[in-house]
């Protein structure tokens, strides 16, 4: 600031103007027109700099990103970008959907002969599931000794054609027909009889 003196009279207080500075009525401002040279030792700092431009227009400096190598940043780690569309989710066995991993995708249970499925559900389709009785039912046809109920769709041994003594673990001896089978009353003895009864 230039001006004061003694406060015997006014005195007037002025912002002394310096090269860069304009000094008007009320406002203290750069001089652009002077200022500007001061950026030519600032651009000889970045001169051959790769990734950085200087705008002579403005006088700024910004990043000149095509000569900048991405891998060569602080703190890349290289697992942290992968192309996305080379990245596939596969639908295994059972499933529908996928898809590469560049939008979200469904994976969903694939509905087959006999098999429904909802939104939150994944049941048996009676009214499909009962036509496989009849491929099953076949291998018992002319079969002896099984039946088969229609209306439960159960099958179940028909006891009266089963042979007992063709079972699997028959022993002839240990099982004898009690009729047949007597006690004698010997020597000094009365009673006796079959053994169907004591």
């Given amino acids: 600031m230039t001006g004061g003196g003694t406060i015997a009279a006014s005195r007037t207080i002025n912002?002394?103007?310096?090269?860069?500075i304009k000094v008007a009525a009320d406002t203290v401002s750069i001089d652009s027109s002077e200022v500007v040279n001061y950026a030519l030792p600032i651009r000889a700092l970045f001169s051959g700099s790769a990734?950085?431009?200087?705008?002579s227009t403005t006088g700024a400096f910004d990043v000149n990103e095509a000569a900048v190598d991405h891998d060569t940043l602080s703190n890349f780690v290289a697992n942290e970008h992968i192309n996305h569309?080379?990245?596939t989710l596969t639908a295994g066995n059972g499933l529908t959907g996928g898809g590469d991993i560049s939008a979200n995708r469904t994976f969903a249970v694939g509905p087959g002969t006999g098999i429904k499925?909802?939104?939150d559900t994944v049941s048996i389709d009676s009214a499909e599931i009962s036509l496989y009785a009849l491929p099953i039912r076949a291998l018992f046809s002319g079969s002896a000794g099984v039946n088969y109920n229609s209306?439960?769709?159960a099958f179940d041994v028909?006891?009266?054609?089963?042979?007992h003594d063709n079972l699997s673990g028959f022993v002839?001896?240990?099982h004898i027909n009690h009729a047949t089978v007597s006690i004698s009353a010997g020597n000094g003895l009365t009673g006796g009889g079959s053994i169907v009864a004591t």
């Fill in 117 to 119: 499925v909802a939104a």
């Fill in 51 to 55: 990734g950085v431009n200087y705008n």
């Fill in 172 to 174: 002839t001896n240990e």
């Fill in 151 to 153: 209306t439960t769709g």
């Fill in 15 to 20: 912002v002394g103007p310096g090269v860069g």
């Fill in 158 to 163: 028909d006891e009266a054609n089963v042979v």
């Fill in 85 to 87: 569309t080379s990245v």
